[in-house]
C-alpha cells in the first residue's frame, strides 16, 4: 500500500475515533453545562429576592393570609418561589432535582433552597426551575454539539487529505524519477521543486548514488571492453597456431582430438567476448542510428535464419501483427540481433512441437507493442527481475543458461528507447512484450 494511501487511513480511522469518543461523553459534558447554567439562573434570581425583600420587607411577599407560607409560580408553572417561615433548626443551602407537585401531579424541578432570617424569623426561601425546560435547553444545545463536531470533524478530515497529498507530492515525483531510471545511465531529469528539507536531502542522494553506479558502470563497461579487445589477439594467434599444426604430416591422432577439442574451446571464447564487445559499443553509443527498419521484414528474415532450428523442433509460427510498424531512427543489424536472441530463446525454450506468436498492434500514443510469446517451460517468477543481467544462470544443471542473450537485448533496446517487459506463467508461456517508440 502507498504512503499517502496509508496516512490518509491512518487519518481518517483516528478521526472516526475521536468523533465516537466525543459523540460518547457528549450527552453527559452537555448535561453537565446545561444544569451549570441553571444552577447559576437559580442563584441569580436568588440574589434579585434577596435584593427585593431587603428593599420592601417581608411583609410584601407575605399577605396576612400566607404569612406562614406562600408559592409563587409563573404563567406556565415552570418555574416557582416559595417562601416559608420555619421554626426548626436553618439548614445549609443546596441545589439539586426534587419533585413538586403540579397541576394535581409530581414534576421534577431544579431547585435551589437557602436559609434566611428577616425581622427575626427564620424563612426558606426555594426557587425552582421545572426539568422539562432544562431538558429543552439540553436537547438544543446537544444537536448543536453533534452538527458542530460532524461539520469541524469533516472540515478538517478533508483539510488534512489535501495537506497530506501536496506535502507527499514531492515523494511521488521522486519515485517517478526512479521508475523512469531503466539502467546504468540515469535519465536527465530536471531538479525536484520542493522546499521540504527532507526530501531535498532524498533526492540529493539518490543522484549521488546514481552518479557513483554510473561511474562503477562505466568502469566496468571500459575495463570489458578493453580486456575483450586484448584478449582477442592472443586467441586468434592460438588459433592460427592449432590450424597450422593440424595441417602437420604424422600428427598422432589423440593430439589431433585434443587440437580440434582445444579449437572449439578457443571458438566460444571468442564469441563470448565479441558479444562483450558489442554490448560494450552499444552502451558506448558506438553504433550509428539513421535506418528505418521495417519491424515485420526483420522478423522474417530473423524466421527465415532460424527455419532449421524451427523445423527440427516442429514447431509452429503464428503470426499477428496488424499494421506494418516501422522503428526509425534505428540501427538494422542491432534490431536484427535483438530480434534474434529473443526468437533463439524461444526456440531454445520451447518443447517439441510448441508454438510461437508474434503478435503486436498500434498504441494510441502512435508507438507500436510488439508480443513474442512461445509455449515452453515457464520462468521462475523468482528470476523474472533477472534474466537480463550479465552471466546469470538459474538452472545449474542445464546445458546452456540465459548467458549473454538477453543482456544484448535489454542494451540494444535501451539504445532504441525500447522498454522490453517479460511475464511467464503455466496457462501462457513466456511472453516478451517490445513497447516500439513512435517513428520520428
Same mark, same amino acid.
Given at each position: ?17 475521536? #468523533?465516537?469518543?466525543? @459523540? /460518547? ?7 453537565? *453545562?446545561? $444544569? +451549570?447554567?441553571?444552577?447559576?439562573? !437559580? ?101 448543536? #454539539?453533534?452538527?458542530? @463536531? /460532524? ?7 478533508? *483539510?488534512? $487529505? +489535501?495537506?497530506?497529498?501536496?506535502? !507527499? ?106 558479444? /562483450? ?164
Amino acid at each position: 500500500m502507498k504512503l499517502q494511501r496509508k496516512l490518509v487511513l491512518l487519518t481518517t480511522l483516528s478521526k472516526c475515533l475521536m #468523533a465516537a469518543v466525543l @459523540l /460518547l461523553i457528549l450527552p453527559w459534558l452537555v448535561q453537565t *453545562l446545561v $444544569l +451549570g447554567h441553571t444552577d447559576a439562573a !437559580l442563584r441569580a434570581e436568588l440574589r434579585q429576592v434577596q435584593a427585593r425583600i431587603e428593599q420592601v420587607g417581608i411583609s410584601e411577599f407575605l399577605p396576612q393570609d400566607q404569612v406562614q407560607r406562600r408559592t409563587h409560580y409563573d404563567l406556565l408553572q415552570d418555574e416557582f418561589i416559595d417562601l416559608q417561615a420555619t421554626t426548626a433548626k436553618m439548614p445549609p443551602d443546596t441545589i439539586g432535582t426534587f419533585p413538586r407537585q403540579r397541576q394535581g401531579s409530581e414534576v421534577d424541578f431544579r431547585v435551589l433552597r437557602h436559609s434566611a432570617r428577616y425581622q427575626g424569623q427564620p424563612y426558606i426561601i426555594e426557587i425552582g426551575k421545572s426539568i422539562e425546560s432544562v431538558q429543552e435547553v439540553y436537547k438544543l444545545l446537544r444537536n448543536l #454539539a453533534v452538527y458542530a @463536531l /460532524l461539520f469541524v470533524g469533516l472540515t478538517t478530515l478533508l *483539510l488534512e $487529505l +489535501g495537506v497530506i497529498g501536496s506535502l !507527499l507530492r514531492p515523494f511521488d515525483h521522486i519515485v517517478e524519477r526512479l521508475r523512469a531510471v531503466q539502467g546504468p545511465t540515469p535519465p536527465d531529469l530536471p531538479a525536484l521543486r520542493t522546499s521540504t528539507s527532507d526530501f531535498q536531502y532524498l533526492d540529493a542522494s539518490i543522484q549521488q548514488m546514481l552518479v557513483k553506479i554510473q561511474s562503477v558502470f562505466e568502469q566496468e563497461r571500459q575495463f570489458i571492453a578493453t580486456a575483450s579487445h586484448e584478449l582477442l589477439t592472443p586467441i586468434s594467434v592460438l588459433q592460427n597456431r592449432f590450424e597450422n599444426m593440424l595441417r602437420a604430416e604424422n600428427l598422432p591422432e589423440e593430439a589431433e582430438t585434443q587440437l580440434v577439442t582445444s579449437q572449439k574451446t578457443l571458438q566460444r571464447m571468442t564469441v563470448t567476448l565479441r558479444t /562483450l564487445l558489442l554490448i560494450s559499443r552499444v552502451e558506448n553509443n558506438q553504433f550509428a542510428r539513421t535506418e528505418e527498419v521495417p519491424v515485420r521484414l526483420v522478423l522474417q528474415e530473423v524466421i527465415e535464419e532460424l527455419e532449421d532450428r524451427i523445423n527440427n523442433e516442429a514447431l509452429v509460427i503464428h503470426w499477428n501483427l496488424t499494421g506494418e510498424p516501422v522503428l526509425a531512427p534505428a540501427n538494422r543489424s542491432l534490431i536484427f540481433t535483438l530480434f534474434f536472441n529473443l526468437l533463439s530463446n524461444a526456440i531454445k525454450y520451447n518443447q517439441y512441437g510448441g508454438q510461437i506468436e508474434l503478435g503486436g498492434y498500434s498504441t494510441p500514443e502512435g508507438g507500436y507493442l510488439l508480443r513474442i510469446c512461445n509455449t515452453g517451460k515457464p520462468i521462475p517468477a523468482e528470476h523474472l527481475p533477472f534474466i537480463f543481467e550479465r552471466f546469470r544462470r538459474f538452472d545449474e544443471d542445464a546445458a546452456e543458461g540465459y548467458g549473454l542473450g538477453l543482456a544484448v537485448v535489454r542494451s540494444i533496446a535501451q539504445l532504441h528507447h525500447i522498454t522490453v517487459q517479460v511475464e511467464s506463467d503455466e496457462q501462457r508461456g513466456t511472453e516478451f512484450t517490445l513497447h516500439l517508440p513512435p517513428a520520428a
